[in-house]
């Protein structure tokens, strides 16, 4: 199977840096992909990590560590609209999994609270 | 480009009736999947569509089921509706291949009573 563990709720305040961690059990995957969900609204992808190492997009960052079965978003510059919720999920395409097809696992999403 | 669009987007149903949801994705997209959220579970996968063929599906009981046609709309069903099907049902489509990346539906709110 596959898991994923996320901090409940990380609080921070606005300009400041955050780092949100992502830790994982899995038996193969693709890669990690990070995902923003406002409170009452969908989930929007931020990023992609197929190869270890981090990927910057503007004010995010994601890492990934294969090794240390590890990941984690980083947020720069915090903003009060970064007030949202973080998932981490692993892809999985189909030659990992029973019954082929692509699947994204979600981790259980870290509440991230910006406070002035 | 138009977004993912799902209707309806509230819906009261009582135990015991079926629902039958519905997802249009993003023009060229052909990959279709399904997930339930709630406060305790967070995101769920429940299956996946592509070329009208459910390539994977989570676990979840028989009673949910799905489709997805020619023009890669896809619908959700459930029936024998329980108090603990009451979710915020999210679509979400892709492109074949990039299912990393997934660009999601409003989603539809169920409340069993």
């Known amino acids: 199977g596959q898991s994923l563990e996320q901090p409940s709720e990380v609080t921070a305040v606005e300009g400041a840096i955050v780092q949100i961690n992502c830790t994982y059990q899995?038996?193969?995957?693709?890669?990690l992909s990070w995902y923003q969900q406002h409170d009452g609204g969908a989930p929007t992808f931020l990023s992609y990590?197929?190869?270890?190492g981090l990927e910057e997009t503007g004010r995010f960052s994601s890492f990934l560590s294969r090794s240390d079965s590890y990941g984690y978003l980083l947020l720069q510059e915090l903003q009060m609209k970064d007030s949202a919720s973080y998932f981490c999920?692993?892809?999985?395409?189909?030659?990992?999994?029973?019954?082929?097809?692509?699947?994204?696992?979600f981790g259980t999403g870290t509440q991230l609270k910006v406070e002035l | 480009k138009a977004g993912v669009t799902q209707t309806p987007r509230y819906l009261i149903k009582t135990r015991g009736q079926q629902v039958t949801l519905s997802c249009s994705p993003i023009s060229g997209h052909r990959s279709v999947s399904w997930y339930q959220q709630t406060p305790g579970q967070g995101l769920q996968f429940l299956f996946e569509y592509f070329s009208e063929t459910q390539r994977n599906k989570g676990n979840f009981p028989g009673r949910f089921s799905g489709r997805q046609f020619s023009n890669s709309r896809s619908e959700m069903n459930v029936s024998t509706l329980e108090l603990g099907d009451s979710a915020l049902y999210l679509c979400?489509?892709?492109?074949?291949?990039?299912?990393?990346?997934?660009?999601f539906g409003p989603g539809t709110r169920l409340t069993v009573t």
């Open positions: 899995t038996s193969g995957f693709y890669g």
């Open positions: 999920a692993v892809f999985s395409p189909r030659r990992w999994l029973t019954g082929g097809g692509n699947k994204l696992t």
């Open positions: 979400a489509s892709s492109l074949a291949g990039s299912s990393y990346e997934q660009y």
């Open positions: 990590n197929a190869l270890d």
